[in-house]
């Protein structure tokens, strides 16, 4: 049973305090990927991932990277999360002006929140206004200099699995 995402709140001007990933999810986040790009990041338009860091018993980071939309970052279903999540690492701070993920072509399940942080313990919410369709590009402004981007579905539902995210670029 797939859900459309809730739309957040209005952004504030003030970062908002969310509960760290770990703190939530069923297991401590895995240690960080670095994921195989095939093209060298000097041939991308976008930002280079130097690092996913992901929750326990979800899809390997790579295939967020993989120019692949047939896989897609989900929680593997072995048990009901509250929570899953990644969170990509560009390895510094860096002025990111669009964030774009593609959804998988099953849609997204579970309730997307998209956070940004440059210490990785500090985090602003942002504010996503509409979902696209399955197999479609999402695009959400950024327009600030970040280090981390965390990906977090709720399991508000009980939902075997929650994710749904095929392709992730970050873009200067």
Do not use: C
């Not at 093209?39 to 991308?44: A, F, G, Q, R, V």
């Amino acid at each position: 049973d797939i859900l459309t995402p809730t739309v957040a709140a209005p952004p504030t001007e003030t970062p908002i305090s969310t509960p760290t990933v770990d703190s939530q999810v069923s297991g401590p986040l895995l240690p960080s990927e670095t994921p195989d790009l095939d093209t060298p990041p000097e041939e991308t338009l976008w930002l280079p991932i130097a690092r996913i860091q992901r929750s326990e018993g979800s899809s390997a980071g790579q295939v967020l990277v993989d120019q692949d939309p047939s896989t897609v970052w989900m929680s593997d279903g072995s048990s009901v999360v509250p929570l899953a999540a990644f969170i990509a690492d560009l390895d510094s701070p860096h002025y990111v002006s669009v964030l774009r993920w593609q959804v998988g072509a099953g849609g997204l399940a579970g309730t997307l929140h998209v956070s940004v942080s440059t210490d990785n313990e500090n985090w602003t919410e942002l504010t996503i206004y509409n979902v696209v369709a399955p197999g479609e590009w999402q695009e959400l402004a950024i327009d600030a200099n970040v280090q981390y981007i965390r990906f977090a579905f709720v399991n508000e539902d009980g939902l075997p699995a929650v994710g749904g995210i095929a392709e992730l670029e970050i873009w200067p």
